[in-house]
């Protein structure tokens, strides 16, 4: 059994910073990309950043250039760091790792931009 833990989320003011921290615990034997998706209320879950179990990293065009996406292999875990915070990247945001050649979500970690 895997299990993905979530921290880090909060309220933050627009321009703020908040990081999200993501620990994969369990039966791992090998961990393949890890990532960070949301789910705004009324839409869809989008893709935010990917980090490849090499470091190869890609990003949403509507993320680039404000957060950055890392991972510490030796302990299985996946940060996301989020510099100049719009009111729109207001979500719930959900790690994801594939682990063992299925793929993992954690439970969601409320992200709040509002002043």
């Known amino acids: 059994q895997v299990q993905l833990v979530e921290s880090g989320g909060g309220l933050v003011q627009p321009g703020g910073s908040l990081r999200l921290s993501c620990a994969a615990s369990?039966?791992?034997?090998?961990?393949?990309?890890m990532g960070w998706f949301r789910q705004a209320p009324g839409k869809q879950r989008e893709f935010v950043a990917r980090v490849s179990s090499g470091g190869a990293t890609n990003y949403a065009d509507s993320v680039k250039d404000r957060f950055t996406i890392s991972r510490d292999n030796a302990k299985n875990t996946v940060n996301l760091q989020m510099n100049s915070l719009k009111p729109e990247d207001t979500a719930v945001y959900y790690c994801?790792?594939?682990?063992?050649?299925?793929?993992?979500w954690g439970q969601g970690t409320q992200v709040t931009v509002s002043s």
């Open positions: 994801y790792a594939n682990i063992n050649f299925s793929n993992y």
């Open positions: 369990g039966s791992i034997s090998n961990t393949y990309a």
